[in-house]
């Protein structure tokens, strides 16, 4: 089955650095990849998603670039800031055929 | 439109009892999906169900079990308790497919003593 692994689990920026989340998949079939964010104490919430006939998504300062043939895919986020300190979790799929399977999480803290 | 809901959001079971959680989705969402989280393993996939049906299971022992009821409801069950249940458990709806954008629960917060 798929295997999702993502790097790293901790991850501290400065307010106005970017940020950088990798995972890799082991499943070529894969084609949908999501990125959920998790607050303390809240539920994740979709941030962004790829499919596999797309390289690269913006929306604002959130972008996630896919590279199919290495089999990873990476979420960037520029001009940090402080709410942006969460847990983002990566997750892959094959056309909702088979289930999300999530990365372990990288908790980002954002310092102002 | 109301969000996914989930009770009770807290429990606290001994070891050897059994629990049922429940799951309201989304009015107009058909698929039910449960994750168990846990602290440094993320969220792991328990099952699935659309249209009443489990249409995925995850690799959890066969104490874990749910059921999705006409309305799209889902219960969850966990019988014979262990220490080692003790975790996060959420449920997250979509459409139809689990490669829609699903909107998670609260979540059950269940402690095993």
């Known amino acids: 089955g798929e295997n999702v692994e993502q790097h790293p689990s901790t991850l501290s920026v400065q307010e106005g650095d970017s940020a950088v989340i990798k995972c890799t998949y082991s499943?070529?079939?894969?084609?949908?990849f999501p990125w959920y964010k998790q607050e303390l104490g809240k539920r994740p919430q979709l941030i962004i998603d790829?499919?596999?006939?797309?390289g690269e998504k913006k929306d604002q300062r959130i972008a996630v670039t896919l590279n199919k043939t290495a089999k990873h895919f990476s979420l960037h986020i520029t001009e940090t800031q402080p709410e942006d300190s969460a847990v983002y979790f990566c997750?892959?799929?094959?056309?909702?055929?088979?289930?999300?399977?999530f990365g372990k999480g990288t908790r980002l803290s954002v310092i102002a | 439109k109301a969000g996914v809901t989930q009770t009770p959001r807290y429990l606290i079971k001994t070891r050897g009892q059994q629990v049922t959680l429940s799951c309201s989705p989304i009015?107009?969402?058909?698929?039910v999906s449960w994750y168990q989280q846990t602290p440094g393993q993320g969220l792991q996939f328990l099952f699935e169900?659309?249209?009443?049906?489990?249409?995925n299971k995850g690799n959890f022992p066969g104490r874990f079990s749910g059921r999705q009821f006409s309305n799209s409801r889902s219960e969850m069950n966990v019988s014979t308790l262990e220490l080692g249940d003790s975790a996060l458990y959420l449920c997250?709806?979509?459409?139809?497919?689990?490669?829609?954008?699903?909107?998670f629960g609260p979540g059950t917060r269940l402690l095993v003593l």
């Open positions: 997250a709806s979509s459409v139809n497919r689990v490669d829609e954008t699903q909107y």
């Open positions: 499943d070529s079939a894969s084609n949908y």
């Open positions: 790829i499919r596999s006939n797309v």
């Open positions: 997750a892959a799929s094959n056309s909702g055929n088979t289930p999300l399977v």
């Open positions: 009015s107009g969402h058909r698929s």
């Open positions: 169900y659309f249209s009443e049906t489990q249409r």
